[in-house]
């Protein structure tokens, strides 16, 4: 993994700047590492929103942040069939994929409204989906395919709280 680099961005065009950092990762191991020392920061509450397209490393980070809490990561798979999957650890996590659905409204029709804010951390991959997230304090984890197993993450914190993450955050 290389260093840790301030960078000033602003999300999709959004009009809303937040304090970010890019971490370069060079493979799946590294990602999830990333994810593990993330995981061991979060705390119940906790909104971490993943996007990325179609295999940019959306689930392999989502197996790191379990690892992090103390979750058994091997179980850790993309829930976009089943929309939710609940993992145990020192909190819950409970992981979240919208990629099926088209609006906040089938999310809250779903149900999955509910695990946000909740005594665990939400994880949720294709968060665009759910528009009420905009609004939220959260970390946004912004994954890119740079490589085939390279991978540029742009971490975005809204929120006092996510921003001093950033600051403490180290891989495990």
């Known amino acids: 993994m290389t260093g840790r680099e301030p960078v000033k961005y602003n999300h999709k065009g959004k009009d809303i700047m937040t304090e970010t950092v890019r971490i370069m990762s060079h493979s799946p191991a590294e990602t999830i590492a990333i994810g593990c020392g993330l995981g061991k920061l979060l705390q119940p509450g906790d909104i971490l929103c993943l996007a990325?397209?179609?295999?940019?490393?959306?689930?392999?980070?989502?197996?790191?942040?379990?690892?992090?809490?103390g979750a058994d990561e091997a179980r850790v798979s993309s829930p976009t069939f089943v929309l939710a999957q609940e993992y145990r650890g020192r909190i819950p996590m409970y992981h979240l994929d919208l990629y099926r659905l088209r609006s906040a409204e089938e999310v809250e029709d779903a149900g999955l409204d509910e695990y946000i804010g909740l005594d665990g951390v939400a994880v949720?991959?294709?968060?665009?989906?759910?528009?009420?997230?905009?609004?939220m304090d959260r970390l946004t984890v912004d994954i890119a395919t740079t490589a085939a197993f390279e991978r540029e993450l742009i971490l975005a914190a809204r929120g006092d709280r996510y921003i001093r993450i950033l600051e403490e955050m180290r891989p495990c």
């Open 52 to 69: 990325g397209g179609l295999g940019a490393g959306k689930t392999c980070l989502a197996r790191g942040v379990a690892m992090g809490l």
């Open 124 to 135: 949720i991959e294709w968060p665009d989906v759910y528009g009420p997230l905009l609004n």
